[in-house]
Each structure stands twice: as structure tokens, then as C-alpha cells.
């Protein structure tokens, strides 16, 4: 059994002989503060019983144990009733990346990918997530959570916003990330002038949809600018993994907030951003990006990892 276990929602599949088969969904929000019972009960409806699992989860794990960083949900690998492993999900992405079909990777600039090469995973979802992988072993991390640095001085006046409403403390998923769309939104309208019906929808929506609202009016100047802004933010971000981890198995972008920004990832802020870095802009050009379009990833690395597993036992 494979699964991702995200902020928003859980796919779970039974994978065999390379092939993932009984793909389901649920919504994060049906499973309560523990995921264990809802997925021992669907392995119990499955037409073979599965003899080992891996969960990819959005948050840190400890000890096989985790608690997801934007969600109250809870796992425990021991009780999942069979060899389990739990890895955060930036984790098995990184395992993911080159079994995804080649129809669902666009290139997003630089050079080829170099084999053998640091590849820098980084998860753009509900959260902001981020891990390295060279050859099979991953190191996966909270690099999401690190410090905000803005670019100019209009970063600079959203990071004093966001500050305002973090305890002080800000980090690059406060700018970039699904949960991220709506004070950012709510920053960019105090630097545009804005339509009153956009205000009064930003009120009355709840914040999972917030990203939506931004992304579904291009042509509004505040939802321009808070997409500018998650962009740029964004590039910055990759721009940093990549050189600072010499990146040339590539960085690659996923997650469905990713996928969501395909249309301006190729060119514009995102692009600026990952390329501009003075001295060091060359060498930045010369980082291969790539974006997965695969919301199967996860399973896919996951897949891996329990592979692993069962020959282990």
C-alpha cells in the first residue's frame, strides 16, 4: 500500500510489479485527527491484502510518527497493522521524480539534466516543502520554514504585513504556498486599488479558496500582483536551492499549486527570480527546472520506498 497524505487531501493506491492500481481519494478534513483507521479500513476492502506500506505525509517525522504541519491529522506507522514507513512527502517526490511519464515534466529552462546529479525537490501544495536526493538516498528537510529575505523594497513591505500576523517570524511558505494565497492577496490590496466586489468576495470565502480567487482573475491588478508576488517569492526560493546545492540533476517543481502556476512558470517573475543573482546569475542560468504535472508522484516514490521495504523483511 502507498500513500500521500497531504494538508487537503489523501490518495492511497495498492502498487504491483511497478504499476499503481485502486487509486482513491479522500479529503483531509473526512479523516479526523488520526488517518490510521480510515486507511487500515480501505487495505481491509481491497482484493488482495497488502504486505507492506509507505506514507508519504506533509509534515516532519520522528520515530515513524508524525502530526502534518498545516492539518490536525495524526499517524503512526505501528498502527497500520503491517511493515510500515512514514517519510515526508518531499521525501517520496524525490524517489518520484524520474518514474514520472515523460509527457508530464514541461521544462522550465537551463540545460539538460546532468545523470548522477543533485536533484532539489520543491513541493508547492498547501504547504512549502523541500528535499535533496543524490543517486537513492534522500535528505529530506524543512527548508519551507526557513526565513523570509525579500527581494525589493515591496517584498520588504510584505514581509512587515506578514510579520504582523506571524508572531514576528516569517518563512518562505508564509509568501509561497496555497496557504499563502490569501494574506498575500490581502497584502496586494493594500497596494492596488481593488474593486469593491473583490473585496467582498475575499471576505466571505474561506482560505482553500483563496487560490483560486487570485489565479481565476488575471486581469484584476490585485490578484496580478499577489500571483507576481507568490511567484517571484517562489523563483527566489528555487534559485537558492538550486545554487546552493549545485543543483544539476535539476530542481524540479511539484505539487498541485505548481501545476496550478504552469501557465507563467516559463518566463516572467518566477524566471527573473531564479536567474537573477548577481555574480552568480550565470551559474544559476546553468541549473536545469523542471516542472511535474504528475499528481502521482508521491505514490510513485512512495512505491519505491516500500518496495524497499518488503525485500527487507
Not at 512514514?86 to 545523470?115: F, K, S, T, Y
Request: proline share 6%.
Amino acid at each position: 500500500m502507498v500513500a500521500d497524505l497531504g494538508g487537503t487531501s489523501l490518495r492511497v493506491a495498492l502498487e504491483h510489479k511497478g504499476e499503481l492500481r485502486g487509486i482513491a481519494h479522500a479529503r483531509a478534513e473526512d479523516l479526523g485527527t488520526d488517518a490510521a483507521p480510515w486507511l487500515r479500513a480501505w487495505m481491509q476492502a481491497q482484493p488482495v491484502r497488502a504486505q507492506a506500506a509507505t506514507v508519504a505525509v506533509a509534515g516532519p517525522v520522528a520515530d515513524d510518527e508524525v502530526r502534518l504541519t498545516n492539518s490536525p491529522i495524526g499517524l503512526r506507522a505501528a498502527d497500520l497493522g503491517l511493515p510500515a514507513r512514514l517519510v515526508n512527502d518531499l521525501h517520496a517526490a524525490a524517489m518520484g521524480v524520474d518514474r514520472v511519464p515523460p509527457e508530464l515534466v514541461r521544462d522550465l529552462g537551463g540545460p539538460a539534466l546532468q545523470p548522477g546529479g543533485v536533484i532539489a525537490v520543491l513541493g508547492l501544495g498547501t504547504g512549502l516543502g523541500e528535499a535533496l536526493r543524490l543517486g537513492n538516498t534522500v535528505l529530506p528537510g524543512e527548508g519551507g520554514h526557513a526565513s523570509f529575505a525579500p527581494a525589493d523594497a515591496q517584498q520588504a513591505r510584505l514581509l512587515a504585513f506578514l510579520a504582523a500576523r506571524n508572531d514576528g517570524y516569517v518563512d518562505w511558505e508564509h509568501a509561497a504556498s496555497g496557504r499563502a494565497m490569501g494574506p498575500v492577496l490581502d497584502f496586494a490590496l493594500t497596494e492596488v486599488a481593488a474593486p469593491a466586489w473583490l473585496r467582498q468576495v475575499r471576505a466571505a470565502l474561506p482560505e482553500h479558496e483563496l487560490g483560486p480567487l487570485v489565479l481565476g482573475h488575471p486581469g484584476e491588478p490585485a490578484c496580478a500582483l499577489a500571483r507576481e508576488l507568490v511567484l517571484s517569492t517562489l523563483g527566489r526560493e528555487a534559485g537558492n536551492m538550486a545554487l546552493r546545492h549545485l543543483a544539476t540533476g535539476g530542481l524540479w517543481l511539484v505539487g498541485g499549486l505548481a501545476a496550478k502556476l504552469s501557465p507563467w512558470l516559463p518566463g516572467g517573475a518566477f524566471h527573473d527570480a531564479f536567474e537573477t543573482r548577481g555574480r552568480f546569475s550565470e551559474l544559476a542560468r546553468r541549473m536545469p527546472r523542471r516542472l511535474v504535472l504528475d499528481d502521482l508522484v508521491g505514490l510513485r516514490g512512495a512505491a519505491v520506498i516500500a518496495r524497499v521495504l518488503l525485500e527487507q523483511r
